[in-house]
């Protein structure tokens, strides 16, 4: 198991990306929560198998066909222990 902070620029608010983030974490057994942050950006902390993980990275690549993502930071942290995915809010 292993603990990822990811922050993804571009137009990646306002296109449905908090709601696909959860949908494609679900589906790869992925847990954590997504955020928008003030700055335009989203934040998002995911934990899971090495492997799930890599794929989720590539999906934040490009996110839901309406997001435009130009950057995509990842830092590696501690585990937390999440049981689930959620959407939160600021």
Known sequence: MKHISINISGKVQ???FRAST????EKLGITGFVRNESD?????????????????????HHGPKQA????VRLKEGS???FTKFEVKRL
Request: aromatic content about 12%; glycine content about 12%.
């Open 79 to 81: 585990l937390k222990g």
């Open 22 to 25: 959860k949908d494609a974490a």
């Open 14 to 16: 306002g296109v449905f």
């Open 68 to 71: 435009v993502v130009d950057h």
């Open 40 to 60: 335009g950006s989203v934040y998002v902390e995911a934990e899971g198998e090495d492997e799930r993980l890599k794929k989720f990275v590539e999906w934040c």
